[in-house]
């Protein structure tokens, strides 16, 4: 009777065991599918940083390359214009100030093509210093004056209304309001292109540039701050751009601490905005007023 009931007892305990035995096999081999898994996402991701230092060093290249060309065309348009070989007929003028502007925006789409390769790789540096709105404004205003041609568009730059000084790079910032500035000038026939900033919070300002252009469809909006996004739109078809300006204004933005949005309507016209700190603390606390 013992001995039976001692083998009764043991069967439990060997299936048990076997429990734990199979459980362990199963484990070590979940372990080994993981470690596998690890190890082919480290080759991928090391295949993807080469891949994008790949892309990185052929954008720069590239566009160090095209900066040769597009500066000496830049060139020798402004000495026709100039008359210095001799007067030009209208419309020979009005040819070579086409073809002035053209270069002039493909320059513009090659330096946001380097300096988007440039955000992508980590290149780009932020240099904070203390600087006033006013001055802000006045550089940008002194920007757009030559090529502000159409006397069917005003371009206004609001006196800043109790807004601190600003501890934050202001090329950074400045080039995120030209890119802004661009869009609604280009987008915009009749009316206005204001610009203002305001203090959104104490630690947080807000910069917009509002105009009364042709509008965004709401659908369209999620996507405008996304690489090489260009609306379907007749107008955008006429004036084509490279579809990288939004997308560097909102990496640049955040490298800066904030963010962008824009808000518009069909046919109204359309706002576009960045907010950053007012004191910029990326590389540690920011000095003391």
Do not use: C
């Not at 007067?87 to 380097?114: K, N």
């Not at 009749?190 to 610009?195: A, F, Y």
């Not at 203090?199 to 405008?224: K, M, N, Q, S, Y």
């Amino acid at each position: 009777m013992r001995q039976g009931s001692s083998e009764q007892g043991l069967e439990p305990l060997q299936e048990r065991d076997a429990q734990i035995a199979a459980l362990r096999a199963e484990l070590d081999e979940t372990n080994r599918g993981v470690l596998a898994l690890y190890a082919e996402l480290d080759d991928k991701a090391g295949q993807l940083k080469e891949a994008l230092d790949l892309k990185g060093r052929f954008l720069s290249y590239m566009s160090h390359e095209f900066r040769t060309p597009l500066t000496s065309v830049l060139s020798l348009s402004g000495i026709l214009l100039q008359g210095l070989d001799g007067p030009l007929t209208e419309e020979q003028r009005r040819q070579v100030t086409f073809i002035r502007s053209s270069i002039r925006e493909l320059s513009e789409m090659v330096d946001d093509l380097l300096d988007l390769a440039k955000v992508d790789a980590g290149r780009i540096t932020v240099s904070p210093e203390w600087f006033e709105m006013v001055d802000l404004f006045s550089a940008l205003r002194g920007m757009f004056k030559p090529i502000l041609t159409s006397t069917d568009v005003s371009l206004i730059f609001e006196e800043p209304q109790n807004v601190p000084r600003i501890y934050s790079d202001d090329r950074r910032l400045s080039q995120i309001l030209r890119n802004f500035i661009s869009n609604a000038l280009k987008f915009t026939r009749h009316g206005e292109v204001r610009v203002s900033a305001r203090l959104l919070t104490p630690r947080e300002i807000e910069f917009a540039v509002t105009d009364t252009g042709v509008g965004i469809a709401a659908d369209h909006l999620p996507a405008l701050f996304s690489d090489f996004v260009q609306l379907d739109t007749r107008m955008q078809r006429r004036l084509r751009g490279s579809g990288l300006g939004l997308s560097l204004s909102r990496k640049l933005a955040e490298i800066l601490g904030g963010r962008v949005g824009a808000e518009s309507e069909l046919g109204v016209g359309s706002r576009f905005w960045v907010v950053i700190p007012v004191a910029y603390e990326g590389a540690g606390k920011a000095p003391n007023l």
